[in-house]
Nanobody
Framework: VQVVESGGGLVQPGGSLRLSCAAS????????MGWYRQAPGKQRELVAA???????NTSDSVKGRFTISRDNAKNTVYLQMNSLKPEDTAVYYC??????????????WGQGTQVIVSS
């Protein structure tokens, strides 16, 4: 499974960005899709995740500002980021949990997209 993120960039505090992540390749079924981020000198942390059925889990640090959604037909997940703060600056990674016909799970990561929040 190939995972490709897009949509990062430089934005002023209070601004918005929308990240996209598309999974491609030999895909049977994708279960959970999620966004993680890693700031310089810090560990990678979960931002938000969404199940195939639409159930979401969002970090308290972004709750009310970020919204995760997905399009199952396109194997794509989105992260709408509003009211961005400098502390949201990080490399954002997409993670995809793919299930094969035998029920085995494989997690794949994208290469990451940089988000910089600065005036």
């Amino acid at each position: 499974v190939q995972v490709v993120e897009s949509g990062g960039g430089l934005v002023q505090p209070g601004g918005s960005l929308r990240l996209s992540c598309a999974a491609s390749g030999s895909i049977f079924r994708i279960n959970v899709m999620g966004w993680y981020r890693q700031a310089p000198g810090k560990q990678r942390e979960l931002v938000a995740a969404i199940t195939r059925g639409g159930r979401t889990n969002t970090s308290d640090s972004v709750k009310g500002r970020f919204t995760i959604s997905r399009d199952n037909a396109k194997n794509t997940v989105y992260l709408q980021m509003n009211s961005l703060k400098p502390e949201d600056t990080a490399v954002y990674y997409c993670n995809v949990d793919e299930i094969n016909p035998l029920g085995d799970s494989t997690r794949s990561w994208g290469q990451g997209t940089q988000v910089i929040v600065s005036s």
